[in-house]
C-alpha cells in the first residue's frame, strides 16, 4: 500500500524572494505584492512535485494503513552496517520528497517505535522486521514524521529559481487558465520544463 504524504510544518521561507520575482517579471508597483508572495508558494510546489525534491526545509508525515511486503537480509545490506537486528528482515518505505535529512519519529498503532529499530537510508526508512512483523491492516496506522532539506548544489538550486521566477511571470502575466489551442503565447513556458528535465524524478 503506497505511503499517504502530508505536509506537516510549512517552510519558513520561499528559494525566491519578493523582490526577486518582481524584476525578473519586471513588476515595479507593490499593489499585487501579497498576490506575487501566493505564486511563488504555488511555483516552488510546482518545481517541487515535478523534480520530487523540497526546495527548503520542511517536515512531512507518510502514513500506511498497513507495512508493505518483508524483505530478507542480504550480504549486501549486512555490509552496508544498518547497526541494528534483521533476524526477522526488514521493511523499506520510500519518502517523498527528498533528500530526507532526519526521521523525527514512527508511530505504530498509537505506540512510538524506539529509533534503534529503524534507520534512514536514503530516501527511504528501513524498519527491522522485529517491529513490522505483519502485514495485517493496523486500527492505528503507521505514521512517521520526518524532516527535508534543500535539494542539489547551488547549480540545481540556482536553475530551481529560475523556474520558479518563470512561473511567477507566467502567473502575472495569465490570470486564468490557458488552453493549448490558438493560445500558443499563453502556454505554460516551455524553458520551464526544460530547465526542470534533468532534474525530474517520478516518485514510486
Known amino acids: 500500500m503506497a505511503p499517504r504524504f502530508a505536509l506537516s510544518s510549512a517552510p519558513a521561507s520561499e528559494p525566491v524572494t519578493l523582490a526577486e520575482a518582481k524584476a525578473h517579471a ?8 501579497a498576490q506575487i508572495s501566493a505564486w511563488i ?3 516552488r510546489v510546482i518545481v517541487e512535485k515535478a523534480t520530487n525534491r523540497a526546495l527548503v526545509a520542511q517536515t512531512w508525515t507518510a502514513t500506511l494503513d498497513r507495512w508493505p511486503p518483508a524483505q530478507a537480509l542480504t550480504e549486501t545490506h ?19 520528497p527528498v533528500p530526507v535529512a532526519s526521521i523525527s519519529s514512527l508511530v505504530v498503532d498509537g505506540v512510538t517505535i524506539e529509533a534503534a529499530n529503524y534507520a534512514l537510508r536514503g530516501g527511504e526508512i528501513w524498519i527491522s522486521g522485529e517491529v513490522a512483523d505483519s502485514i495485517a491492516a493496523l486500527g ?10 534543500s535539494a542539489g548544489d547551488a547549480a540545481a538550486l540556482a536553475t530551481f529559481k529560475q523556474a520558479i521566477m518563470m512561473l ?17 503565447q499563453a502556454i505554460m513556458p ?15
Open 26 to 33: 519586471r513588476i515595479e508597483h507593490s499593489a499585487e505584492d
Open 41 to 43: 508558494t504555488v511555483a
Open 78 to 96: 549486512e555490509a552496508a552496517d544498518i547497526g541494528w537486528p534483521f533476524t526477522s528482515g526488514f521493511r523499506r518505505i520510500a519518502l517523498y
Open 140 to 149: 492505528g496506522g503507521i505514521v512517521i514524521t520526518y524532516s527535508v532539506s
Open 168 to 184: 511567477v511571470a507566467h502567473f502575472y502575466e495569465n490570470r486564468e487558465a490557458v488552453a493549448a489551442i490558438g493560445v500558443y
Open 190 to 204: 516551455v524553458g520551464v520544463d526544460a530547465l526542470l528535465m534533468p532534474y525530474r524524478r517520478h516518485f514510486v
